[in-house]
């Protein structure tokens, strides 16, 4: 099992940058694909970006590419999000999330840190 704990998030104007970390639990990390979604006032959770076990690979949503930035550091367990250039509608409240590999769904699942982009 992992447990998971956002922070970083605040209140940002647009333009700005934030840097949203995830804590995990446990001994394990390394063998957990890493994730970040995030969900907007009324409006489904979606997926913004992800990172393989070592840090290979890593994959985002249209809507951020090019402006975010998904990282780890296994020795640390910790996953980083670096999002510049933010606009209005990245306004939303952004998750961790862990899977093994295997797996096509995520398992465990931060709280939550709220991020605001004003105009």
């Known amino acids: 099992q992992v447990q998971l704990v956002e922070s970083g998030g605040g209140l940002v104007q647009a333009g700005g940058s934030l840097r949203l970390s995830c804590a995990a639990s446990?001994?394990?990390?390394?063998?957990?694909?890493m994730g970040w979604f995030r969900r907007a006032p009324g409006q489904e959770r979606e997926f913004v970006a992800a990172?393989?076990?070592?840090?290979?690979?890593?994959d985002y949503a249209d809507t951020v590419k090019g402006r975010f930035t998904i990282s780890r550091d296994n020795a640390k367990n910790t996953v980083v999000l670096q999002m510049n250039s933010l606009k209005p509608e990245d306004t939303a409240v952004y998750y961790c999330?862990?899977?093994?590999?295997?797996?096509?769904?995520?398992?465990?699942w931060g709280q939550g840190t709220q991020v605001t982009v004003s105009s």
């Open positions: 446990g001994r394990t990390f390394s063998m957990y694909a």
């Open positions: 999330a862990a899977k093994l590999p295997a797996l096509y769904e995520y398992g465990y």
């Open positions: 990172i393989s076990t070592k840090g290979r690979n890593t």
